[in-house]
């Protein structure tokens, strides 16, 4: 089977009426997980992201409260999953302002949680790709939000004399 374009879905649906479309709906959302609370997202709460975004930060919160103590290689794995699940409600935003938001949350716990990311350089990695997302994020926003997105995320950059990263080169230059 080929898949259609998403010009001749649209075109399609244009065309369904509006009972066929519910019924549409409902069947993605029986299928898949991922429809079924894209749908929550959309229906019940697109109208209040600041509401949407303090559930995720406690989702966040839950995620780093279960992190294991010792063992990076755990520690590892669960930090993976809460950075999984917390840009799968990132996508369903598709805001930029979110995005940010909650990667600096993300970011700012990973610091606070007590990890010695110098240690790990898969833990740093993962902390600096996120860095560099929380930027390109923020580049696309007012001035107005840059300008406090910014002071946040100066405020989580590594120490530059244990980090020999190239991203930091990127912050020095602002």
Same mark, same amino acid.
């Given at each position: 089977?080929?898949?259609?374009?998403?010009?001749?879905?649209?075109?399609?649906?244009?065309?369904?009426?509006?009972?066929?479309?519910?019924?549409?709906?409902?069947?993605?959302?029986?299928?898949k997980?991922?429809?079924?609370?894209?749908?929550?997202?959309?229906?019940?709460?697109?109208?209040?992201?600041?509401?949407?975004?303090?559930?995720?930060?406690?989702? /966040? *919160?839950?995620?780093?409260? #279960? @992190?294991?103590?010792?063992?990076? %290689?755990?520690?590892? +794995?669960? $930090?993976?999953?809460?950075?999984?699940?917390?840009?799968?409600?990132?996508?369903?935003?598709?805001?930029?302002?979110?995005?940010?938001?909650?990667?600096?949350?993300?970011?700012?716990?990973?610091?606070?949680?007590?990890?010695?990311?110098?240690?790990?350089?898969?833990?740093?990695?993962?902390?600096?790709?996120?860095?560099?997302k /929380? *930027?390109?994020?923020?580049a #696309? @926003?007012?001035?107005?939000?840059? %300008?406090?997105?910014? +002071?946040? $995320?100066?405020?989580?950059?590594?120490?530059?004399?244990?980090?020999?990263s190239?991203?930091?080169?990127?912050?020095?230059?602002?």
């Amino acid at each position: 089977m080929k898949t259609a374009t998403v010009h001749e879905l649209k075109q399609e649906l244009q065309e369904s009426s509006h009972a066929r479309l519910l019924e549409l709906c409902l069947r993605l959302a029986r299928f898949k997980k991922e429809n079924k609370e894209l749908l929550t997202y959309l229906l019940f709460e697109a109208h209040n992201e600041e509401g949407y975004i303090t559930s995720v930060k406690l989702i /966040i *919160d839950e995620g780093f409260d #279960t @992190l294991p103590k010792s063992g990076a %290689y755990l520690q590892k +794995k669960s $930090l993976r999953k809460t950075l999984r699940i917390t840009n799968k409600y990132i996508r369903y935003t598709g805001s930029r302002q979110a995005e940010a938001a909650l990667l600096l949350y993300f970011c700012s716990r990973l610091r606070s949680a007590g990890i010695d990311l110098e240690k790990s350089t898969v833990l740093m990695n993962l902390y600096l790709q996120q860095l560099k997302k /929380i *930027d390109a994020a923020i580049a #696309t @926003l007012h001035e107005d939000l840059q %300008y406090d997105f910014r +002071k946040e $995320l100066e405020a989580l950059q590594p120490v530059e004399a244990k980090s020999k990263s190239p991203f930091l080169k990127l912050f020095r230059k602002r």
